[in-house]
């Protein structure tokens, strides 16, 4: 197999591309030559507020509580980002923060390490899955009700320096310390990549994040030589991340000078059309994509692409509708401002982002709820296209902008299995509670299982499973009741058994088992056995000054 791990030749020149979710990264800010009668006014109210309020104000204060408000009246994506959360919301997207190496659950007020990322600091330091973490650096945290968030901070840092821990664990009677040297953890994008037949890879990818293409690359990479020459793209739930990284893999699917994406704003110089260099290294696999609802922004210009295209088949159900492109602007107190500054278009030219007017944000938020409750979710005929705003595919199928992506192959909610029984133990996060304990109490024995086929070989047979889960639903408030028990086993006897996969050998684990009965995962694969997202469409190209134009784009 050649060499395939290489960026486009062309992105070090794009130097404004940015977050899916809309960011343009870097540092930007407009000088203002005068102010306008309303920009005056406002100077007006601060100083009449400093000087004469009848007590004194920290008027900065005062403005950083205003900001926020004052963005609301624009988009409902333009934000402002005080400096002390900055990092924070930088930190998954960058790919990696310093920090001690593990996941964890608060159990029963108590820290949990469900999950010691390997060759991270805590595996170094001796940690193991099932310790309870009990202090931090001398201080109490179990039973105290430290919310996660807290933790959080408590536990990252900066590189190099170190936190005290104390830990109960089941082999010892005695508070285990361990002193843990923070380091660089990475912040993984895809969450699973396997082989889900003999010639179909699937790959769940999450967010696009700054390390997401080398993970989708490499994934791609190894399902190949596991002799995947298809694959299924999931994309469902993933809000988005940087543009780049969406380009980046578009091009490895596409021939040379096909149009990925196109940026339009208020500056006509600073407006991109980007088409693939032609290197990508899986023209001529099989393609299905999922989505849904909550798939936007970067998952949907990846989408886009290869529907406008004419070279993926896209199943699930309509996309979130997110077109519009933020610039992140770092201010002088290191704050930062996320403001809308152009609109993306897919290649058959539509924009898809959904209706909504300047400063209404939360009929904006309501918009995927009144779907649901007007039943799009469910039948396909309940959805209500624009269909003034339509456009073609390449091989001249219509699309329609103005309100998300609309899958080729729509798959409704499934609600086979869902019963008041069901809604009531997952809403008290009793399902979750009962596969953590019952990983806890046999983690010994499910770890050293050599495949996920041998770990669920090793679980109670699924009645006595389904048996103990009502007794633990019971004893915790949630009665049995037969009759809606029934109706849902399969769905709770399949949720414990990847919830149990999940907690002893590792997240992927998780999807290969939902994945069995994930009824938009099986229609994806029922597509490709079909052989309708085998072979892609023939791309008519352009002449060769524009293709020569198409493989080096400019941004001033």
Known sequence: MKRINRPLAWLPLIISVSLAAGIVVGVFFNSRFYLSPGQKKLADILSLISNDYVDPVDVDSLIELTLPDLLANLDPHSNYIPAEDLKAVNDELEGSFSGIGISFTMF?????????????????????????????????????GIPNTEIVKRLRGDKGSVVKLGVRRSTSKKLLNFEVTRGDIPVNSVDAAYMIDSITGYIKVNKFGRTTYDEFLSSLARLTGKGATQFVVDLRGNGGGYLEMAIMMANEFLPVSAPIVETRGRHYSENTA????????????????????????????????MQDNDRALIVGRRSFGKGLVQRQVTLPDSSALRLTVQRYYTPSGRCIQKDYRLGERSAYEQEILNRYEHGEFFASDSIHLNTDLEFHTIGGRKVYGGGGIMPDVFVPNDTVGISSYYINVLNAGLLQKFAFQFADRNRDALTKAKSLDAMLRLLPPDDELLGQFVSFASSNGIPARWYYINISQRLIVNYLKALIASDTLGRETYYQVVNTDDTTVQRALRELREGHAIVPVMMQMPDAATASEAEEPQIN
């Open 274 to 305: 980007i088409a693939s260099d032609g290197n990508g290294s899986f023209q001529n696999a099989g393609l299905v994509v999922l989505l849904d609802e909550y798939s936007a922004s970067a998952s949907e210009i990846f989408a886009g692409a």
């Open 108 to 144: 029963t007020d108590t820290i949990t390490v469900n999950e010691v990322i390997p060759g991270g600091p805590s595996e170094k330091a001796g940690l193991f899955p099932g310790d309870r973490i009990v202090t931090i650096n001398d201080s109490v945290v179990a039973g105290m």
